[in-house]
């Protein structure tokens, strides 16, 4: 298998564009988590999703976030409209059961707002 | 809440000796993970701990879990420059089965 595929790897935006984050899970995990990691803030939770479904995201920063998943194979973050304090490097990942499975993560979206 | 702590938060040691990190939590978890992230890298998963006293072994890698302690040790035997790395430990939140991740320890590991 791949692994978690995420696009683009590098992002730089101006302030106030709209920028879109991509992941495909590894085929077959149920669970899709979205994490936003910083030198401030450390590894967050942002997001996650089950079959599909947004279960939990009280993480998302404020409304400027959102997230979806179409299908199984596809998951988006989008920030609109982006700000500096939204750098950081974004990471995907996914797991075959939230409880009990490893995370699989995404080798990561480093985002630059200048 | 459920809070995770690591310490050291920054470790630099020479090659060929040993030494622990240490991963505690707040409150009652029977579950624990250990992450390693090279620089500019994403997160790779070492080992999962499942029950107390639970004891993985990878290479110069070792983890163990005391669950009544709630402590997680992580301990490196014979250092190699290899090993310089960030780990992370994780535990799950019973309730909702979330992820709470420690701040990570740097270490670094000098030839």
């Known amino acids: 298998d791949a692994g978690v595929i995420q696009s683009p790897r590098h992002e730089v935006t101006e302030m106030g564009q709209e920028v879109t984050l991509r992941c495909k899970p590894i085929s077959g995990h149920d669970y899709l988590f979205w994490y936003r990691q910083t030198m401030m803030r450390g590894l967050e939770l942002l997001i996650y999703?089950?079959?599909?479904?947004?279960?939990?995201d009280s993480g998302m920063p404020e409304d400027r976030f959102s997230a979806k998943m179409p299908n199984a194979s596809f998951s988006t973050l989008k920030i609109q409209p982006s700000e500096p304090r939204d750098s950081a490097v974004y990471f995907c990942?996914?797991?075959?059961?939230?409880?009990?499975?490893?995370?699989?993560f995404g080798p990561g979206t480093r985002l630059t707002v200048l | 809440e459920l809070k995770v702590e690591q310490n050291p938060l920054f470790l630099s040691m020479q090659e060929g000796k040993n030494y622990t990190i240490y991963c505690n939590y707040s409150t009652t978890s029977d579950r624990l993970y250990w992450y390693r992230q090279d620089p500019g890298k994403s997160l790779e998963s070492l080992f999962v701990?499942?029950?107390n006293g639970a004891v993985k072994q990878e290479g110069r890698l070792m983890a163990s879990l005391d669950t009544k302690a709630r402590l997680s040790t992580l301990h490196i035997t014979a250092a190699v420059h290899d090993l310089s790395a960030t780990y992370f430990c994780a535990v799950v939140l019973a309730s909702n089965y979330q992820l709470i991740w420690g701040a990570g320890t740097k270490l670094i590991i000098k030839p």
């Open positions: 999703f089950n079959n599909n479904v947004p279960i939990d």
């Open positions: 990942a996914s797991s075959a059961d939230r409880g009990t499975d490893t995370q699989y």
């Open positions: 701990l499942l029950s």
